[in-house]
């Protein structure tokens, strides 16, 4: 099938290739154990985000209100099964949190019929594709952003809701989590864990504000200057300079 054809011509780029740079040791992995490339010809640069690229976007915040979001495709892959599922279970603890699904995808009919199923639709808000300077207001409302992905190769989404301010709860299985030390990480199948931290994140607000800063701190660091300059130095190491 298609899928075959794609794997082939990735597995023979990366076999001809003098070096693969991988976005993360999470997809390094990856490409050692499905396309059996040898560890030392894989260098990681992690992708990274800067500061100037987030708009300055105001958001008038309930302070009385608890609201999680999730951002992104509503595909298989990024989980947002899973994290129906564990808003069911923090609603259970806390039944004053409201949840923001947004984005759109081809799982977006089963995870509405999912919600309605669960009796938690009054608690879920479906905010469609946003874009542009929406993106951010969603991130700014939000007192804590989920990202449940399945499998990530990296993950961009939560870099963009720490400088927005907002802390995150993200998937061990993806590459962020190797940058983004200054997160909640949960497993995500493991809903409990995932619905533990959502609620323990908005409920001890001294947790909560230092998630945020330390987290923020941490991605402020970051820059794709500096992991352009690391691709420069795999290029020159493969030209020998």
Not at 187 to 210: C, G, P, T
Request: include cysteine; proline fraction near 5%.
């Amino acid at each position: 099938g298609a899928n075959e054809h794609v794997y082939g011509i990735e597995k023979e780029g990366m076999e001809k290739a003098d070096a693969v740079i991988a976005v993360s040791s999470y997809t390094k992995q990856k490409i050692i154990e499905h396309y059996g490339i040898p560890e030392p010809k894989i260098k990681v640069v992690h992708n990274a985000i800067d500061r100037d690229d987030i708009p300055k976007v105001y958001v008038e915040k309930n302070p009385g209100q608890k609201t999680v979001l999730y951002l992104g495709r509503i595909t298989l892959q990024k989980g947002p099964d899973y994290f129906i599922e564990a808003a069911k279970k923090a609603l259970e603890s806390d039944p004053d949190i409201r949840f923001i699904v947004a984005g759109s995808g081809d799982m977006e009919p089963a995870v509405i019929e999912k919600v309605a199923g669960l009796g938690i639709g009054h608690k879920v808000l479906f905010a469609g594709y946003l874009k542009d300077d929406d993106v951010h207001r969603a991130y700014r409302m939000a007192d804590l952003y989920v990202m449940p992905s399945v499998s990530e190769p990296f993950g961009i989404t939560p870099l963009e809701a720490v400088m927005n301010n907002t802390p995150v709860i993200i998937s061990k299985q993806s590459g962020v989590k190797e940058v983004l030390k200054h997160s909640l990480q949960v497993d995500f199948w493991d809903i409990d864990q995932m619905a533990n931290k959502m609620v323990a994140a908005l409920r001890y607000r001294e947790m909560h504000s230092e998630l945020r800063q330390n987290s923020y701190e941490e991605v402020s660091r970051l820059s794709w200057s500096r992991s352009a300059q690391k691709c420069i130095d795999v290029y020159n190491s493969v030209l020998g300079v």
